[in-house]
């Protein structure tokens, strides 16, 4: 009883430790984003500003077009969203489904092609995008966000498919239920949070990704939000960091108010399949 008590507490020390080293660096960047210049330049660095301001948000909206930038950035990821699940759930389903030597070699390739750094693939991928002519376009970035988020959503998708017991769909099919019909209204609702969690995972890397997006759009007008916060550091290298950490302040919200939104469609999902199952 001890032993499981203690092993309890443990996890939960471990919990609290890994909540602060995610929250702390949040904090003080909202910290910083609502600090005059004057505290900024202060020494003895406080967590709660003594004289909080909105200067520094007045003038990230000036000097750079945020507002322009994440319209990029919203356009960019809610598509590859979209497209890597239409594209990763019936693949997921064929793979998880038909237990083959080629079935097994292509979730290895999956998992391999994960470890795949981007500086190895850029110049080629820069090649193709090329001779397609899609070269500093959204178009082009989001093709490349799709091929980059798909294999790991494929690998996702096909753990949730094998959670659905096939018993489901075969007394589906004893009731006449075509093959459709059967993944229309058996399987679909029950992978519903794997679809969920699949594209929450697609937004947010495309939402944050900086390198591709640097290196393949060079109209400042179709640059995206991780880009244009790279216009607050000046050529000697010098950041201005008030303007900075409001900039980038607001550049979490989206992925924080999408993730809270996709975590309740996740969890009625799960309990949704339970009660199903």
């Known amino acids: 009883m001890r032993t499981r008590t203690g092993a309890r507490l443990g996890q939960y020390a471990a919990l609290l430790a890994y909540l602060a080293f995610l929250a702390l660096p949040f904090l ?5 984003a609502f600090k005059p210049p004057r505290e900024l330049a202060s ?17 990230a909206f000036d000097e750079q077009p945020l507002v322009h930038a994440a319209l990029n950035s919203l356009l960019a990821a809610l598509g590859a969203a979209v497209i890597a699940v239409l594209i990763g759930t019936p693949m997921a389903y064929v793979v998880a489904r038909r237990r083959t030597a080629l079935s097994r070699a292509a979730t290895g390739w999956v998992v391999v092609s994960q470890a795949f750094p981007f500086v190895l693939v850029i110049i080629p991928l820069f090649l193709v995008l090329k001779s397609l002519r899609l070269i500093d376009s959204l178009a082009g970035l989001i093709l490349v966000y799709v091929v ?26 004893v009731d006449g239920a075509g093959r459709l019909r059967t993944l229309v209204s058996v399987t679909a609702p029950l992978l519903a949070p794997g679809i969920a969690a699949t594209a929450l995972f697609a937004f947010v890397t495309a939402w944050n990704e900086f390198f591709f997006a640097l290196v393949l759009l060079k109209t ?3 640059q ?15 950041a201005d960091l008030g303007p900075l950490a409001a900039a980038a302040f607001l ?16 969890t009625s999902g799960m309990l949704a399949g339970a009660v199903k199952s």
């Open 28 to 32: 003080w960047l909202v910290s910083t």
């Open 43 to 59: 020494p003895h660095p406080t967590w709660i500003p003594r004289d909080p301001t909105l200067a520094n948000f007045r003038q």
């Open 148 to 173: 980059w988020a798909l294999p790991f959503a494929l690998w996702m998708l096909a753990g949730y498919v094998r959670a659905v017991p096939v018993e489901l769909e075969e007394a589906a099919a």
């Open 220 to 222: 400042p007008e179709k």
């Open 224 to 238: 995206t939000l991780p880009v244009v916060l790279t216009h607050f550091i000046g050529a000697e290298g010098v």
């Open 251 to 266: 550049a979490t919200l989206p992925s924080l108010v999408v993730f809270a939104l996709v975590q309740r469609r996740i």
